[in-house]
């Protein structure tokens, strides 16, 4: 164990006592014995997110399993923990859903998931007789022949897109959002093992993709709800949903503002992350942004809190076209929630600024090079690349989903592509001696300099590379290499950190159809931000032709910006 996990161990066991009995396990079996989540529970469960995140952060642990059977991150509820307990699978939407069932479990609560998602019908006067066509297609489908079939088919597909949007066939990233068709309770004497299995099985981001206005209280209940941008709201467990696919669980805001979320990965790691660009706005409709668990009771069946029941219910979040703005102050969204997320009026300290976002940066380059070693020790990289993407190279599944990086690498772009406008907006702010910047020496772009030189060497990643040879990276290399890194996970280790010297490449020894796949996805790497509903199953003759063929790349250098 490290020095640094030592520390972090002293002080969580100084803030949160573990008052079991190491002799006392939990049993398999759940109980509820306490019929109604309560405001005491859900302190508690901010307790319990908020030490597992920090846990993940400083290096603990690295999957939702090692942190939940980790006594520095869980402190709570270690010692409860039966020999028995399943190794938790979790990918992104699993996540809160799986820190909700184990803490429901460890403390005798009442815990449902959605089953059964539909597709959301388009709203408007011809939802009706869209819906007629499509049943009568349908009808006449199921009884055509052979050759009817296939025109027939078109026409389903034409009205569903109509209906649904241009990804009808998969609900995590449908144009209209989810309807939650049936809900699971669980019942005395069910087996976590069971339970946390079922919900992996059932869970994905198309559970959160519903309209976020809804105010059922029957058994149909939404289980989280828009919350107002505000400290008392955003906090530990509170849960944020980004519309392209991804889901994040917040364990701590900070001082001056910075939300810090763990989220997990098809591959099981987890990992962890603060809120930004990389973060996409949405609508009303389709559910995105900020929520928190909705309280509800099962005393006398079903009764979950109303809407107008909750005192930080919200829809702010989806003023978009309203806009948002601080004292007169217009601001996009992200800054708007970084704004009145800070105790008191946001300063910027522009030195301080840029070293937390390298450290930052730092930690997501080397969450992503174990994601990376993951897929070389898998020997995915030896197997033949198929002939084609997949549909969809953000939204997919099989060894593309567990072991392929494009969300995480696009992800990373967009925060640097962030950090690198906060630089140039904090250095022309100071310029016109806006006083929310804070600065007291006497050469501000220097400074910034000198600390971005000090982050860059301090952050190094070793590749072991395919002869075996080890190459170290600082943090500069690999931002100066940004779209160059490759998602593919049939690319050799060398291409997957975009090393194209000469001896790299010679390690590497790819073959030359691997190598046209390279240079032919370069457009795709030059992306940032993602679009899961265009098509991308592009073979490697159609790849270079295709919109993403010619797709330029964008000037994000962080330290270009410091000669602003």
Request: with cysteine; proline share 4%; hydrophobic share 35%.
């Amino acid at each position: 164990m490290t020095t640094k996990q030592y520390v972090f161990l002293a002080l969580i066991a100084a803030a949160i006592p573990m008052s079991i009995s190491a002799n006392t396990k939990k049993s398999l079996n759940w109980q509820i014995k306490n019929t109604t989540w309560t405001k005491s529970f859900d302190k508690s469960y901010e307790e319990f997110v908020a030490t597992m995140g920090k846990a993940k952060k400083a290096g603990v642990c690295h999957t939702t399993s090692d942190c939940i059977k980790s006594p520095i991150a869980n402190p709570q509820f270690y010692n409860l923990n039966p020999e028995n307990l399943v190794n938790v699978y979790s990918d992104c939407a699993d996540l809160p859903y799986v820190l909700r069932a184990y803490f429901s479990w460890m403390n005798d609560l009442p815990f449902a998931y959605p089953i059964n998602l539909t597709p959301a019908p388009l709203k408007g006067p011809e939802t009706e007789a869209l819906l007629a066509q499509l049943e009568q297609l349908n009808r006449e489908y199921n009884n055509a022949g052979f050759f009817k079939k296939a025109a027939l088919k078109k026409q389903i597909k034409d009205i569903r897109k109509q209906l649904y949007g241009d990804k009808d066939t998969d609900i995590r990233y449908n144009r209209f959002g989810n309807v939650i068709g049936g809900k699971k309770y669980i019942k005395n004497g069910d087996n976590i093992n069971t339970v946390i299995d079922q919900v992996v099985d059932s869970i994905s981001t198309a559970t959160f993709r519903t309209d976020a206005s809804n105010n059922a209280t029957n058994s149909l209940f939404r289980d989280t709800y828009p919350v107002s941008v505000s400290r008392a709201s955003i906090k530990p467990g509170t849960v944020l949903y980004d519309p392209n696919g991804h889901i994040a669980v917040v364990y701590e805001v900070t001082a001056n503002g910075k939300i810090h979320l763990i989220d997990a990965h098809p591959d099981n790691s987890l990992t962890a992350i603060t809120y930004g660009e990389k973060f996409s706005q949405t609508t009303v409709e389709i559910g995105g942004g900020f929520s928190n668990w909705r309280p509800f009771s099962v005393e006398n069946g079903v009764q979950a809190t109303a809407n107008n029941q909750l005192p930080d219910y919200s829809l702010e979040q989806f003023n978009k076209k309203k806009g948002y703005e601080i004292n007169g102050v217009k601001m996009d969204f992200h800054e708007y929630v970084r704004n009145k997320m800070s105790l008191g009026t946001l300063k910027y300290n522009p030195v301080v600024e840029l070293t937390e976002l390298m450290d930052e940066l730092c930690h997501d380059v080397q969450e992503r090079a174990m994601s990376v070693t993951a897929a070389i020790t898998a020997g995915i990289n030896k197997q033949s690349h198929p002939d084609k993407l997949p549909s969809n190279i953000y939204g997919t599944d099989g060894d593309w989903e567990s072991y392929s990086t494009p969300s995480r690498d696009a992800r990373l772009k967009a925060s640097i592509r962030e950090g690198r406008a906060l630089m140039i907006k904090m250095i022309e702010e100071k310029r016109n001696n806006n006083p929310a910047i804070e600065y007291s020496g006497v050469d501000l772009v220097s400074d910034l300099k000198a600390a971005y030189k000090t982050a860059t060497n301090k952050c190094v990643i070793d590749v072991k590379k395919t002869n075996g040879e080890v190459q170290s990276l600082n943090l500069d290399r690999v931002l100066k290499s940004i779209f160059k890194l490759s998602f593919d996970p049939y690319h050799c280790v060398e291409l997957r950190w975009g090393m194209l010297d000469a001896e790299s490449l010679k390690s590497c020894n790819s073959s030359k159809e691997n190598m046209d796949w390279y240079n032919a996805e370069q457009g795709l790497r030059n992306l940032i931000d993602r679009d899961y509903a265009v098509k991308m199953d592009y073979s490697l003759k159609e790849l270079p032709s295709s919109p993403f063929g010619k797709k330029a790349e964008e000037n994000i250098s962080i330290e270009d910006a410091l000669k602003y």
